[in-house]
Structure formats: structure tokens, C-alpha cells
């Protein structure tokens, strides 16, 4: 298994692009979830899903959206990427009804 | 504002020395996790606490959960180069987590 898998691994975006960052699992897992992590502020929750078509928002979903036409994808978009959004991103994913979620490797964005 | 706080922030010891890294909150949580996190990878989980005044042992890595189940602490007993990293709590209710900021600790062969 490839477990949790993340693309690309790094970004640069110049204010006001727009972008999609890329999660798949092949663990069969329902939950799924995207985080950012700044300095001094630990994992934040973006956006997450029960399964696929339901998604909700989580703690910071101002400038992302996401969707989860399937079990495996969990795609998140910044719409009009702002220096704010400069950050790393980190995907997880869980079984529906266990806490224990598996991190992908992250993916580095730089909002110039 | 952080739901739960980690201190210290930053940890150096040498190797062979013992180091306490605690979590704390004024919130009530269902679970308690740790985290560590390598440089360019993602959290890996360690352990989960569950019920109140729980003590866990790995290795030579103690988690202990308050009894009220508003605190954690993280305990290495000689501690090796290995156990370099980022520890990252995270206190979970309704199967969301809330993750603290993180101790760095470095620990110098």
C-alpha cells in the first residue's frame, strides 16, 4: 500500500492564482481530512469528509473549497491564492469510527 | 488561540538524558494523542490515551493522561539522537482533533 499520497510535493503561486492540491488514499478509508500547519500554531483543520459526497468544514475553510466524488480522492482547491495561504499542507485519512488518522508527506505552498 | 498547549516549545538535551514535554488544556477531551513528525514528512502517530489518569509505556517512552482528561504528558528516559523531532498532541472529541503547537526536541549525540 501507498498509504496516503500527496502531489506536487512543493508550489509557488502568485496572488490571486488558483490551484489544486492532490490526495489519495488506497487504504479504503472513509474519513478523510486536509490540515495546514504554520510555526507556533500546530495543524489547523481545513476541510474534511465522512465519505464520499459529504464533505464539512473544519476550523480554518475561508479560501478552499474541496470535493469527494470517490473513496480514494480528496482534492483540495485554493480559489484565489493570497500570501496568508502560504503554508504546508497535510492530508489524512482514517476508518470511519477509529481517531487514528495516516498523514500524507505534505505539500509546501509559497504565496508570493 | 491554541485549544491546547504545549510546552516547552523547544527542548536540547544530551543523549542519555531523561525529558518531560507536556499538553494542556482547559477543555475535556474523549482521546488524547501524541505525534511525532519528521523534517518533510507528516505526523506519525504514537500513542492514543483514553480513559482518565491512563499511563502508557513504549519503549522508553511514558504518556500519561490527566485524571480529568484535560492534560497529558510525554516522558523519554534516555533519550537517544533517534528521538529527534517534532511531538505533537492532539486532543480529539467527535473524531476531530485539535492539535497542539508542538515541542521541538533535539536530542545531541
Known amino acids: 500500500n501507498a498509504g496516503v499520497t500527496q502531489t506536487p510535493k512543493f508550489q509557488v503561486l502568485k496572488t490571486g492564482q488558483s490551484m489544486t492540491l492532490q490526495c489519495a488514499q488506497d487504504m479504503n478509508h472513509e474519513y478523510m481530512s486536509w490540515y495546514r500547519q504554520d510555526p507556533g500554531m500546530g495543524l489547523r483543520l481545513i476541510h474534511y469528509?465522512?465519505?464520499?459526497?459529504?464533505?464539512d468544514q473544519g476550523e480554518v475553510p475561508n479560501g478552499y473549497n474541496v470535493s469527494r466524488s470517490t473513496t480514494e480522492d480528496f482534492p483540495l482547491r485554493l480559489l484565489s491564492a493570497a500570501p496568508s495561504q502560504t503554508s504546508v499542507y497535510f492530508c489524512?485519512?482514517?476508518?470511519?469510527?477509529?481517531?487514528?488518522?495516516?498523514f500524507g508527506p505534505g505539500t509546501r505552498l509559497t504565496v508570493t | 488561540t491554541q485549544l491546547l498547549e504545549q510546552s516547552p516549545q523547544f527542548l536540547s538535551i544530551q543523549e542519555g538524558e531523561n525529558l518531560t514535554v507536556y499538553c494542556n488544556s482547559s477543555s475535556v477531551f474523549s482521546s488524547l494523542q501524541w505525534y511525532r513528525q519528521e523534517p518533510g514528512e507528516g505526523p506519525v502517530l504514537l500513542v492514543t490515551v483514553v480513559t482518565g489518569g491512563e499511563v502508557k509505556k513504549l519503549k522508553r517512552l511514558t504518556f500519561q493522561f490527566g485524571d480529568a482528561r484535560k492534560d497529558s504528558s510525554l516522558h523519554i528516559t534516555a533519550a537517544q539522537p533517534g528521538d529527534t523531532g517534532l511531538y505533537l498532541c492532539?486532543?480529539?472529541?467527535?473524531?476531530?482533533?485539535?492539535f497542539g503547537a508542538g515541542t521541538t526536541v533535539t536530542v545531541r549525540a
Open positions: 492532539a486532543g480529539e472529541n467527535d473524531y476531530k482533533l485539535s
Open positions: 489524512a485519512s482514517s476508518y470511519s469510527g477509529s481517531t487514528r488518522q495516516y
Open positions: 469528509s465522512v465519505g464520499a459526497g459529504i464533505t
